[in-house]
């Protein structure tokens, strides 16, 4: 996240507006990206990401100046997640039972590539989604924030509540699973 300073993070924790609007400005577009990459979906992201500052701002009391803000908002922002991917699953059993069929729209590849090019990359990174959809929680925040997000396994485990060994043995579980779930789908193409 961009830098903030101490004092906005202090000044935060006494609801001062002016500076939780500073801390805003500063982590927005990198909690949206974590955001995006964790939902797949931009603008389902930028929901949650408006979520996420409010839900912070309501408990704005219980942050604790001496921790990171970028830390304690990633919490906050991945529970917001978790909640969104629950509702994601009971929407699509819900439209399974009725029939429907929900839209998949992915918007990705190099403009200037050729048309097969585009097309092969938004395969891919289709599949790679669905994979990653298909994570476990448990194992798909952590891969995010270390792959990513590129955070090291100490912050990991301060924004999950868990060890840095937890941590590490999740990502590695992660990574075996999400690569027998591509080599699964590889077969089907």
Same mark, same amino acid.
Request: one cysteine or more; charged letters at 30%; aromatic letters at 4%.
């Given at each position: 996240?961009?830098?903030? *300073?101490?004092?906005?993070?202090?000044?935060?924790?006494?609801?001062? $507006?002016?500076? /939780?609007?500073?801390? %805003?400005?500063? *982590? +927005?577009?990198?909690? !949206? $990206? /974590?955001?995006?990459?964790?939902?797949?979906?931009?603008?389902?992201?930028?929901?949650?990401? &408006?979520?996420?500052?409010?839900?912070?701002?309501?408990?704005? @009391?219980?942050?604790?100046?001496?921790?990171? /803000?970028?830390?304690?908002?990633?919490?906050?922002? #991945?529970? =917001?997640?978790?909640?969104?991917?629950?509702?994601?699953?009971?929407?699509?059993?819900?439209?399974?039972?009725? @029939?429907?069929?929900?839209?998949?729209?992915?918007?990705?590849?190099?403009?200037?590539?050729?048309?097969?090019? +585009? *097309?092969?990359?938004? %395969?891919?990174? $289709?599949?790679? +989604? %669905?994979?990653?959809?298909? #994570?476990?929680?448990? &194992?798909?925040?952590?891969?995010?924030?270390?792959?990513?997000?590129?955070?090291? !396994?100490?912050?990991?485990?301060?924004?999950? @509540?868990?060890?840095?060994?937890?941590?590490?043995?999740?990502?590695?579980?992660?990574?075996? *699973?999400?690569?027998?779930?591509? =080599?699964?789908?590889?077969?089907?193409?």
């Amino acid at each position: 996240m961009s830098p903030v *300073t101490p004092s906005d993070e202090t000044l935060a924790a006494r609801r001062d $507006r002016r500076a /939780f609007s500073r801390l %805003m400005a500063a *982590t +927005q577009a990198e909690l !949206h $990206r /974590f955001v995006a990459r964790y939902v797949g979906d931009s603008e389902e992201a930028m929901d949650l990401v &408006q979520e996420t500052y409010v839900a912070a701002w309501l408990a704005i @009391g219980r942050y604790d100046p001496d921790r990171p /803000f970028g830390a304690w908002l990633r919490v906050i922002a #991945l529970n =917001k997640c978790r909640d969104w991917s629950r509702r994601r699953r009971v929407r699509r059993m819900v439209r399974g039972v009725m @029939g429907l069929d929900e839209p998949a729209a992915m918007t990705i590849g190099d403009p200037a590539a050729g048309p097969d090019d +585009q *097309t092969h990359d938004r %395969m891919m990174l $289709r599949r790679v +989604q %669905m994979a990653l959809n298909r #994570l476990p929680d448990t &194992q798909k925040a952590p891969l995010l924030l270390a792959v990513l997000e590129h955070r090291p !396994h100490d912050e990991i485990a301060d924004i999950l @509540g868990l060890t840095p060994k937890a941590v590490e043995l999740r990502i590695a579980r992660a990574r075996r *699973t999400l690569a027998g779930l591509l =080599k699964g789908d590889a077969g089907r193409d």
